[in-house]
Each structure stands twice: as structure tokens, then as C-alpha cells.
């Protein structure tokens, strides 16, 4: 049986009309190592099954999973499950890869011996044309980093090339116990800070080989919903882990900061937007946020008297929503 150098999970639910330039982009890559195609059909109800099975029957690189719609996670997980490569690379099936994808992001690994690699994106509009002017999102510097050393760099303007799961090849033994957490949105929050304190070694390049699709349509670019507040919930399983790994105080620092300023943020979404579902989800978020406070250690390098102020802030503004009985 052929060796399987790179695993391609592609998760998919009714994106079939950019579904076959997504798909095609992977299997014209200029590559020369065997890969795999992983489809996950994850209970698509617009043909996106149909177009799997055609590229399947056409090409033996591609493998087909069709399961009942879970959700995003679910469906990244089940290409982990399956997945026979030594790297694995996931790719949106709305977005598009450059030819050059795989094999630079492979190249980079196995040149340094590192556990993950990631590129520069290109923003592109719903057409696939580039915007105007032209939007990249760049890593902060190239090179070859401890993964460890890149955790504050989560927090910067360019933040998602680090956090989302996309733009990146992984060694497949990061992935060793470790999955999305299903049901949730902003999945990669629960995840990004946990791979990169795997990686003894991650190759930052700066050259835009993934193109990001912008589409009204998108999970991340919908109206706000109660859903919204898993991004608070993994940006305090972040900081937590940081506590209890014993993270530089930075790290720890920048990691309570950003759950705050997400939480704030969403409290006034709230009060814009006070719908009963909203309101319920905000009133459960109180607690999450007071337990914040009763875990944070000892702090040497953070203002008290600001942790406390918005503290007091969120809760009243909270509580004048949704009063708790």
C-alpha cells in the first residue's frame, strides 16, 4: 500500500457552488508526494454529496465520508479519524488553495523537522476575485519558531493566521488525543492554544497560498446568535489552560484580557439586541465570567482595580437585561 505523506479534510456542508473550484484547486496541486483527499459530507442538502462521489469515481485520491449534519467540529473530527497521512492540512470548502500550497507547507516541515507549518491569506471577494485594494493576513515575522513563543501573537491584528485551523500543514502526532469540541461555534479557539504549546517547532511563511472566501452567507459572518458566546467559553478554557500549564505571565495576561474584551464586546451586541435568546445566553456567561475572576492566581503584571471595574461593569449591564431571580 502506497504511503500517504498528506491528509486533505475538507469538511463540507451546502457550499456546492464553490464546492468543485475548492476541490479541484487540491487535486491540481503541484505535488510530489502522495496525498489524500479526505470529502466529510457532513448532511448536505444542496448536491454537495453528488459532487464528492463524481471527484471520488475520478480520482482514487479522494475518499468520500458522508455522515448526518454535526457540525463543523464533527466533521473535522471525523477526517482526523480517518485521516492515513503523516501531515494533515484542512481546507474550507468554500476557499481555494494555490498550487504551491502543499508543497511549500511540506517542504517547510520537513526541512525543519517541525510539527506544524503555516502561510500568509489572501481575503477574496464571493466571486474569487481578489478585493480592492488587495487584503493579506501575514504572520508578524517568518522564520522558524517554538510554538510557545507565537501563543501572544494570537492577540495581534493578524491574529487568525495563527488561530484558525486552515493555512496550516500539522505533523499527524499533534492531533494525538486531541479533537474540536462538537456542537460549538469558534471551534478553533478551543484548540488553537493547545497545538501550538505541542509544537516544539512551527515555519511561519509569508506567502499568501490560501485564498479566504468572504461570503454573506458564512458561518462566521452571520448576525449575532447565542452560539456567539462559545467564543468566551474558548477563550476561557484558553486562559485556564494557560493557569494550569504555568504559561509565561504575558501569556497568561493577554489570554484574560481577550476573554474580557470578547465578553464586553458581546454585552453590548446585547443590550443593541436584547432578544430573549440573547439575554439567556448573556445571563449564563455571568457566571462563567465571576468564576474568571475566583481562578485568576496571584497577579503580579495586571491592574487590579481594572480587572474588578469591568468586572462590576459586565455584571450590571448584564443584570439590567436579564435580572437573575
Known amino acids: ?162 488561530t484558525v485551523a486552515w493555512n496550516k500543514m500539522y505533523r499527524a502526532e499533534v492531533w494525538k488525543l486531541l479533537h474540536y469540541p462538537e456542537g460549538r461555534l469558534h471551534e478553533d479557539d478551543f484548540v488553537a492554544h493547545r497545538l501550538f504549546w505541542r509544537c516544539d517547532k512551527v515555519v511561519c511563511i509569508d506567502k499568501p497560498l490560501y485564498h479566504y472566501r468572504l461570503r454573506n452567507g458564512s458561518i462566521c459572518r452571520t448576525n449575532i446568535r447565542p452560539e456567539a458566546f462559545d467564543a468566551v467559553d474558548g477563550l476561557a478554557d484558553r486562559y485556564r489552560f494557560y493557569v494550569e500549564n504555568h504559561a509565561d505571565r504575558a501569556v497568561i495576561d493577554a489570554a484574560y484580557a481577550a476573554c474580557w474584551r470578547r465578553y464586553l464586546f458581546l454585552c453590548a451586541k446585547v443590550r443593541q439586541y436584547p432578544t430573549p435568546e440573547l439575554v439567556k445566553a448573556i445571563s449564563k456567561e455571568q457566571f462563567l465570567m465571576q468564576g474568571l475572576i475566583s481562578y485568576l492566581p496571584n497577579c503580579r503584571n495586571m491592574k487590579m482595580t481594572e480587572k474588578l471595574s469591568a468586572a462590576r461593569w459586565s455584571m450590571m449591564s448584564a443584570q439590567s437585561l436579564c435580572p437573575i431571580k
Do not use: W
Not at 55 to 60: L, M
Not at 118 to 128: A, H, P
Open 1 to 162: 500500500m502506497e504511503h500517504i505523506a498528506i491528509s486533505v479534510i475538507v469538511p463540507i456542508y451546502n457550499t456546492k457552488p464553490y464546492l468543485a473550484e475548492c476541490i479541484e484547486s487540491i487535486l491540481d496541486q503541484k505535488i510530489n508526494v502522495p496525498i489524500e483527499v479526505l470529502l466529510i459530507d457532513d448532511g448536505s442538502t444542496d448536491g454537495c454529496g453528488e459532487v464528492c462521489d463524481k471527484y471520488a469515481a475520478r480520482d482514487e485520491r479522494v475518499r468520500v465520508i458522508h455522515q448526518e449534519n454535526q457540525g463543523l467540529s464533527a466533521a473535522r473530527n471525523a477526517g482526523i479519524d480517518a485521516a492515513k497521512g503523516r501531515y494533515y492540512s484542512f481546507i474550507d470548502s468554500d476557499d481555494v488553495v494555490l498550487p504551491r500550497f502543499l508543497q511549500t507547507l511540506y517542504d517547510a516541515c520537513e526541512e525543519h523537522d517541525a510539527y506544524m507549518s503555516l502561510c500568509s491569506v489572501e481575503d477574496v471577494q464571493e466571486d474569487g476575485k481578489s478585493c480592492d485594494p488587495a487584503y493579506f493576513t501575514r504572520p508578524t515575522q517568518e522564520g522558524v519558531f517554538c510554538g510557545k513563543d507565537l501563543l501572544n501573537e494570537f492577540y495581534t491584528p493578524y491574529g487568525t493566521v495563527y
